[in-house]
């Protein structure tokens, strides 16, 4: 019998700023630091050159509000199309289904932090764009006799 196992990929935080594509994770909503209102909260895995031993880990953080012109829908919008909107108004949505390993690209910033708490700053995501697979052409063509 065996002894080897897989050691899953470490967590990795300290990304740089830039474009990289992307998987999105999953989508929790979390009660907003000192209010009663909820965040939805969008974790990214990203695909960056040069670390690909790690899970490098990137959020998108809005206030839960999909009201058109919205932070929230506006972001999703780019994601998952106008048309999702349209097509499931007044329906409830899982969002985490919605968006579960959707292939995408993702923009990554720094935002501001506290310099003499952390070495590094918050990585955020800004913007996040769905990446359509490319349509498959049959390339066989049947000969007619």
């Not at 740089?16 to 990214?44: H, L, M, P, W």
């Not at 895995?45 to 506006?74: H, I, M, N, W």
Request: charge should be negative; aromatic fraction near 8%.
């Amino acid at each position: 019998m065996s002894t080897e196992i897989i050691i899953p990929k470490e967590p990795f935080y300290k990304l740089d700023e830039g474009k990289y594509r992307s998987k999105v994770q999953g989508v929790t909503f979390r009660k907003a630091k000192n209010t009663s209102n909820q965040n939805c909260v969008i974790n990214f895995e990203a695909f960056v050159p040069g670390k690909e031993r790690y899970e490098c880990c990137a959020r998108a953080v809005f206030p839960l509000d999909l009201k058109p012109g919205s932070q929230l829908r506006t972001f999703l919008e780019s994601l998952l199309g106008t048309e999702f909107f349209a097509e499931n108004s007044g329906k409830p949505v899982n969002l985490n289904d919605a968006l579960r390993n959707l292939d995408c690209e993702i923009e990554l910033v720094h935002g501001l932090h506290d310099e003499e708490k952390y070495d590094w700053p918050l990585v955020l995501v800004a913007e996040a764009k769905a990446i359509k697979p490319k349509p498959t052409t049959d390339t066989t063509k049947e000969e007619t006799k």
